[in-house]
């Protein structure tokens, strides 16, 4: 079992910054298929951004042009740059793992190993 912790939420004002990290252990992370995802209360956990083996990307259209995945392969990290950050990010965002895929993939019920979550608030 993956093991995945989270950190680096926090609260800021509209249009602000946060880089949310996900330490991986138990595997290495260019072993692995890794994402994000997220959930307010209320509403399904929606997959934000994802990357494969190979690195290729994918981002959720409301995110796109504002986060960015990073690896660490070194540090076995993955980070996720947000940017232009607005109310509607509010969440607790999750990191998720998978064994290796042959594209990215948002989809919750892809994957075996969940961090315990990091939330991020942001106010207008």
């Known amino acids: 079992q993956v093991h995945l912790v989270e950190s680096g939420g926090g609260s800021v004002q509209a249009g602000g910054s946060l880089r949310l990290s996900c330490e991986v252990f138990?595997?290495?992370?260019?072993?692995?298929?890794m994402a994000w995802f997220r959930q307010s209360p209320g509403k399904e956990r929606e997959g934000v951004a994802s990357i494969d083996n190979y690195g290729l990307t994918d981002y959720a259209a409301s995110v796109k042009g504002r986060f960015t995945l990073s690896k660490d392969n070194a540090k076995n990290i993955l980070y996720l740059q947000m940017n232009l950050l607005n109310p509607e990010d509010t969440a607790m965002y999750y990191c998720?793992?998978?064994?290796?895929?042959?594209?990215?993939?948002?989809?919750?019920?892809?994957?075996?190993?969940w961090g315990q979550g990091t939330q991020v608030t942001v106010s207008s």
């Open positions: 998720a793992a998978r064994g290796a895929c042959s594209r990215p993939n948002l989809f919750p019920g892809a994957y075996s190993s």
């Open positions: 138990s595997t290495t992370i260019t072993n692995a298929c």
